[in-house]
Nanobody
């Protein structure tokens, strides 16, 4: 069971990035998938989550209206489209999988390796 996060990079403020979380060894259809981020010196926080059963989505207040989570079951991949990026979005982003959209990181059994997002001019 593996999750592979990718798509990070350096972007100017106001720019966009799309992160991908690809699964291998299991089918994402039956799992809730969350994106977390962790900036230096800060706790890991949940950015967004998508439920498996009905596609319901959750967003942190800090990213509502700017980030969109989606899933492509045919590709066994979940995406995080990030628009209007700000310097405070700079962090390592991780995807995680579990049966439910838990708010805290301790609830997730499976994790990707993280991808760095840096928003800077």
């Amino acid at each position: 069971v593996q999750l592979q996060a990718s798509g990070g990079g350096l972007v100017l403020p106001g720019g966009s990035l799309r992160l991908s979380c690809a699964a291998s060894g299991f089918t994402l259809d039956y799992y809730a998938i969350a994106w977390f981020r962790q900036a230096p010196g800060k706790e890991r926080e949940r950015v967004s989550c998508i439920v498996s059963s009905d596609g319901s989505t959750y967003y942190a207040d800090s990213v509502k209206g700017r980030f969109t989570i989606s899933r492509d079951n045919a590709k066994n991949t979940v995406y995080l489209q990030m628009n209007s990026l700000k310097a405070e979005d700079t962090a390592v982003y991780y995807c995680a999988a579990d049966r439910m959209c838990w708010r805290t990181s301790s609830g997730y059994d499976y994790w990707g390796q993280g991808t760095q997002v840096t928003v800077s001019s």
